[in-house]
């Protein structure tokens, strides 16, 4: 079936360095794919998306690109802040559905000064 | 803002009581989801609804049921708390449309003794 697979956390950084979350997933035909992110004590919230090959989603300073050739949905950001920390999870919506969604397990993200 | 409003942050029940989540959206949305938080485990989708008084399974059902009378609300029944069930119960809701956004609820943490 379809899956997400994301990397391990928790990912610790100081302040201002480069951020890439991975993320890769198996599924059949042309999903659309996802990042939502989830601050501490809150509900998940959608922070960018894509919905075909090669799109490049971005928002906040984030940017995710779809890559089908590597079936891959990275998550990059140049420069952290410490009200970056959060957990974020990558997802995806198989072809021919409707909003459901597959989420990985979530990465959790510590920024310090 | 879309507001998703979950009725307990906190919730301790024993084995084998009933339990009741309630969930409430403020935006007319058609789609309502009850996923459940694991750590590991990321999201898993436990049932969603289309419209009122319809539902549909999602990937964990088992042990749970829902019940959506009116448009704005969608409740999830455990209808014998289990151990197992221990766990981060997160409420979305969102548009018709293919890759409207979830807007999420803060989470109802419930233990079972």
Redesign the interface.
């Known amino acids: 079936g379809d899956s997400?697979t994301?990397m391990e956390g928790p990912v610790t950084l100081s302040e201002e360095a480069f951020l890439t979350i991975n993320c890769t997933y198996t599924a059949t035909g042309y999903p659309?794919l996802?990042w939502?992110v989830q601050y501490p004590?809150?509900?998940?919230?959608?922070l960018l998306?894509a919905?075909k090959a090669d799109d490049k989603g971005s928002n906040k300073g984030f940017e995710a690109t779809y890559r089908k050739e590597t079936t891959s949905f990275h998550l990059e950001k140049g420069s952290v802040q410490v009200s970056d920390s959060a957990v974020y999870?990558c997802a995806l919506?198989p072809t021919g559905t409707?909003?459901?969604?597959?989420?990985?397990?979530?990465t959790r993200l510590q920024v310090t000064l | 803002d879309v507001k998703?409003t979950q009725s307990s942050r906190y919730l301790v029940k024993r084995t084998g009581e009933k339990v009741f989540l309630e969930c409430v959206q403020d935006m007319d949305h058609e789609?309502m989801?009850w996923?459940r938080q694991d750590p590991?485990?990321?999201?898993?989708?436990i049932y969603?609804s289309?419209d009122v008084k319809m539902k549909e399974k999602?990937d964990i059902p088992e042990g749970y049921s829902v019940s959506r009378e009116k448009k704005e609300r969608f409740s999830l029944i455990l209808e014998s708390a289990s151990t197992n069930q221990t766990s981060m119960y997160?409420c979305?809701s969102?548009l018709?449309?293919?890759?409207?956004?979830?807007?999420?609820?803060?989470?109802t943490q419930l233990s079972v003794l």
């Open positions: 997400v994301q659309s996802f939502y004590g809150e509900g998940l919230q959608l998306k919905t999870f919506r409707a909003s459901k969604l597959t989420f990985g397990t979530g | 998703v789609n989801f996923y590991g485990l990321g999201l898993r989708l969603f289309y999602g997160l979305a969102s018709r449309g293919i890759n409207e956004k979830l807007f999420f609820g803060s989470g």
